[in-house]
């Protein structure tokens, strides 16, 4: 039950935009809808910013979008802010006995 | 407003035993998915077990499979892992998470530390 690929980190300058990949298979991103991204801030509880691939729960700022091309999945952050320095993790769902299975996480430093 | 308040985690011994709860409140329990999931040290996320809204179905990560139980009881709107034969690779902040096509609410997380 092998996690998603994340690149360990990423970083951008204030202002600028940075992407995050997570490549999976096609039994997990490439199959199915449900998959999410969690931004992490050092001791506190994941917080959901994408699910579905695209969509953003209420409060989150449209900065923060999310596609999908094949087995890959791709957070943007736009406009980076320094607040949007976490931790990242992508999760997806998978067809096997069903269950999920997270990225590895990506460091985001903004510079 | 949806809240889930774990409890139960605390320092166990290798080959020890825990159990851990999950107090979910502000929406119908008995109709959703729950999970847990884990966090090491300094470590990524990692998703543990997950059972059906009616109990009848559990579904767990391959490396606690034989040893953790998830259950539920949905009088009392709460979630449980059964953990046994405790290895120092269960150190970690376990959470529970509602799921609703992803894991949509989360607790805040009980900490679990096996070591002699």
């Known amino acids: 039950q092998s996690a998603l690929t994340q690149p360990p980190s990423a970083s951008g300058s204030p202002g600028q935009s940075v992407t995050i990949s997570c490549t999976g298979t096609?039994?997990?991103?490439?199959?199915?809808?449900?998959v999410s991204w969690y931004q992490q801030h050092p001791g506190k509880v994941p917080k959901l910013i994408i699910y579905?691939?695209?969509k953003r729960p209420s409060g989150v700022p449209d900065r923060f979008s999310g596609s999908k091309s094949g087995n890959t999945a791709s957070l943007t952050v736009s406009g980076l802010q320094a607040e949007d320095e976490a931790d990242y993790y992508c999760?997806?769902?998978?067809?096997?006995?069903?269950?999920?299975?997270f990225g590895g996480g990506t460091k985001l430093t903004v510079l | 407003e949806v809240q889930l308040v774990e409890s139960g985690g605390g320092l166990v011994q290798p080959g020890g035993s825990l159990t851990l709860s999950c107090a979910a409140s502000?929406?119908?329990?008995?109709?959703?998915?729950m999970n847990w999931v884990r966090q090491a040290p300094g470590k990524g996320l990692e998703w543990v077990a997950n059972i059906k809204p009616d109990g009848n179905e559990k579904f767990y990560v391959d490396s606690v499979k034989g040893r953790f139980t998830i259950s539920r009881d949905n009088r009392e709107n709460l979630l449980y892992l059964q953990m046994h034969s405790l290895r120092a690779e269960d150190t970690a902040v376990y959470y529970c998470a509602k799921e609703h096509e992803t894991f949509d609410h989360w607790g805040q997380g009980s900490l679990v530390t096996v070591s002699s």
């Open positions: 579905e691939v695209t």
């Open positions: 999760l997806s769902y998978r067809d096997s006995k069903i269950l999920w299975v």
């Open positions: 502000g929406f119908t329990f008995s109709t959703y998915w």
């Open positions: 096609s039994s997990d991103v490439g199959r199915y809808k449900y």
